[in-house]
């Protein structure tokens, strides 16, 4: 009877693991199985197990915790000294649960209350209504966070919350995985017999290295916030010492449970991010050291079957079956004739059966590893189904439905990312090659009435013969300006290839990667984008208080050299493990650059792609104790004194890292990210349609909407997703309260791939066509239009038609306004083409007859092809179309004044931003410009109508809810001052204009003084001051202008002077 | 150090450790227990008695082979001591003494 066939009290057993000291636990495992064992043929399995279980838990006594081996049992009998001593598996359990606890506690007390920026207000969204986010999604994170979204107990207002601490959780998780890995690693760095005595330093070594990477910079960021990173680590740092405990598993049957366990936590991971694939390598590396001789073809043969299987998950699991079932749909539906579905039905139930087969040959023949890989394989496909949801729930229709994976091709095409164009890895294009023409490759398929319809084909450019060079770093046209001025390109120039290895160098791995890197270890300047890591030259610089930044965090470079110290010793000492460290290191670093082949600018730091490699190397820095202790031994004696004084040193790094990053790391009390959404929404009439520049900006609007039930009237609508046939049918629907859109131009007109995708300019010598003439004419699928089965534009100037006594009669323009009624609305093209989501604008423009408000924010504004600036009256933060216009070149905007001042003075939210306790980033003080400026104008324009009175109350009200103290004053400072002068606010105006003139000079004369580079903070500053001078002057105040101007020409001054000296 | 006493359970399971000899071990002595003075033990209570015994220095013990009954894990086998089999032998003699003093009435009706 072999341990396979019989019964074991497997719980019970876990239990006693749990508890017992090594030392008993063989005796006492016996013992409860012989007991199980007889119980079982007495009273049957079911209670068997029971007293079993119950029996185990009654181990949990001191007696037993803390029992020592006999030897060493009467040497000291006190309870302290046994408390001490006592045994390694449960102090080091305890030890892992401490630093988990601390872990949890400090992201708790840091975490977000409310949505962040970027994609967590998306994930909150769709984590609270199992919604449909961007490609290719990440169905496991969004049904936990679901789960996690309950703990808000009915307040929608603490979702975003809940959710958060899915993230505080997973990231603490991770600290203890990382834990116990960094302790077992360690514990291989002894030679056998020393492994006991050396439990407390592999310890150190644990609390050491965890700690630092629970307070490192970029870990941290993940820790606070509904992101899908902190998730992802954990899974990382789960499959890692997973497999680490598989190393040290000899029964083989034991080892291969936690491979499938491993490959099960990957096939779940899938569904998270596809990040934790990168482990990979150094986990066949691991395997390959336990179960093979070393050789170096050995190794290089696991390497590149560790590739392998990264890219047969990637490619073949993720992409490749959902691809094979896309094949049988289009067999079993287009040729066949069956009901839709019908293919991908046959494809599961063969794929399926195949599997079964397999594992059924394998268990049969005996097939061990056969077994043992087909098992695993099977369990990543079964954590992949979380996909499930993805497809379930889009074919609900969801208010959020991205791509609206419902139908199995368009699923594909969701899980490829083919709306992301890939950059060039091995071969490829450079910036300035010049595309000769398209290929066109397989057809994109959507689904139809009865059959799939190819609606157009996959195209690739295609460039004339030597334009295509190896590693194409510089590959983006659109970014061909930054690489011209980086690497000093003339206009034509072609770069050469030591260029693009330079580039590759000191952009991509120095800039966008070994400078993270160094913030998190080393210290960081500041939380301005493309802040610098804190070079010891700036350690001791004396910042001026008004230039102090939460975010400038001092490490003294401590944990960067402790780490390099673990690495160092660990290559010394067990060169395999290293090894697998260091792959970790590169894999979910280095390598991830070489793939991700970045532009030269990106719109935020990317420093979260890479928190796995600091993963890695907090396992260093956790050695780096190990190593210390070694040192200290040759001086000092008494063993207990060498570990509590290489843990001490250690502990620096992490205590350094917590206090240094406690300030720039506190989200708490901020609320500005989403009552900015919560402000644009209410800038909206009912039934408004509002349309924003990126999806970004958007996301807020949804967190606004979805979560806390936010004007559910309004529709926000993404114009860049404007372009996409799926994005327009949905507008076709009823969204909560809002009703669904009519168009003139019909589905088809819109359809993917139709004659609408891009409508270029030809000329018609036609002066300016009527925009609803044109859409009829699109409509009726006019020929002198169309050219190679496209649509153009005919006129670089369309008109709307205005029925003025109509307009009048609904009431949409406000009083005051009326006289500004045009007859027809001139809309210019701005450049040279159309896209579909300017027609949509149009159609919804022409034929909703301004029953429907339409809105544009200060981004969307900018990307319609269309000029509609003229015509846009300012509501609140949003731009509403009016059939008014603009006549006064002075005034960037007609300002609806009463609507807007009752919105920002009584419905609008401020929260905290008069709080100076409270982080803010760049983010929110971009957000809080744009507020002010709308006051700005708010004021301006109530000035020109004579309500002094009014005006002066907006101003005040703006500085009141957003003093400089707490977001420091920006460039609308100087409109600010002038305004409050014409307000007769003279007084207040002097004290800012002041407070501005003294923080510019101090700042421009520290940052003179500092650097030779011009940098975006000095421009500003300088122009702050200069503007603020002149409003002064202009207002009579001419002593404290004159002076600021004096000290205005002597920083010009000193800064030409260094310029003519470089 | 003050003359050690044992209590109730102790006396039993170490008269058990006594009695079983080569086989006495955790299970073993659990069985002996229901068999034969009916009493259901957790076997925790038994191992914690036997280390506490152990630790007096009354029994010693050693492993002994492994079965597959017990999952491939070897018995540890405890034998008694000298000092063991003199507690044994003196709380035996010091209840012997005790019972003598009971008066030896009849039972009532018998």
Redesign the interface.
Known sequence: ???QN?H?PTLALKVIEWICPSH?R??????????F??DNEKTGPLRATLKSLI??L??F?P??LF?RE?SA?FSSRSFGARLINFHFNTSNNLMGWTVFGIALLTYCLTLEETASYWDCSEFIATSYKLQVPHPPGAPLFLMLGRIFSFLSFGDSTKVAYAINLMSALSSAFTILFLYWSIVMLSRKLFAKDAVEKNQWLAMSAGVVGSLAYAFSDTFWFSAVEAEVYAMSSLFAAFVIWAMLKWDATEDESLANRWLILIAYAIGLSIGVHLLNLLTVPAIALIYYFKKHKVTFLGVTATLLFSVLIIFAVANFVVQGLPSIAGYFELFFVNTLGLFFGSGAIVFVIVFAALLVLILRYSHLTKKPILNTFSLAFTFVIVGYCSYAMIIVRSNFDTPINENAPKDVMSVVRYLRREQYAMPPLLFGPNFTSQLVGYHYGDPIYIKGKTRYEVSERRFQGEYAPGEEAFFPRLWNPDAKDDYKSMLGLKEGQKPTFTQNLSYFFQHQLGTMHLRYFLWNFAGRKGDDIGADWLRPSEWFKNIPAVLSNKARNNFFMIPLILGLIGMAYQFKRDIKNSSAVFLLFVMLGAALVVYLNAPPTEPRERDYIYVGSYYAFAIWIGISVIAMAEAFERYIKNRKLVVAGALSVGLIAPALMAVQGWDDHDRSSRFFSVDAAYNELNSCDKNGILFTGGDNDTFPLWYAQETENCRTDVRALVLSYSNAAWYIDQTTRQAYQSPPFKYTLRPKDYAQGGPNNYLLYADFKIESIDANEYLNLLAKDYAPLRSDNHNLVPSKMLTIAVDKADVVRKGVVPKEMEDLIVDKMELKLKGGVLEKADLLFLDLLTTNKWERPIYVNHTSIAQLNLDVKPYAVQEGNAYRILPVKNSRKDRDYLVDTKKSYDRMMDQFKYRGLDDPSIYYTNDYKMQVQNQRANFNSLAEALIDQGDIQKASRALNFSLKKMPGNVIPYDPSVADTVSLLFKAGQKKTATEIATVVGKQSIEIASFLIADSSEVSFELRKNLFMLNSVTHVLSENDETALAQNLSNEYDRLIERLQVKGGNE | MAKEYLGEFEELILTLVAALQEDAYGAAIAEELEKRVKREANLSAIHVTLYRLEDKGYIKSSFGGSTNERGGRRKRIYTITNAGMAMLKFMKESRIELWKLVPQLKIVGV
């Open positions: 009877m072999t341990e019989q074991l008993l063989e005796e006492i495992e016996g013992d409860v199985i012989q007991k064992n007889r029996n185990s009654w181990y006594r007696s037993i029992r006999k049992l």
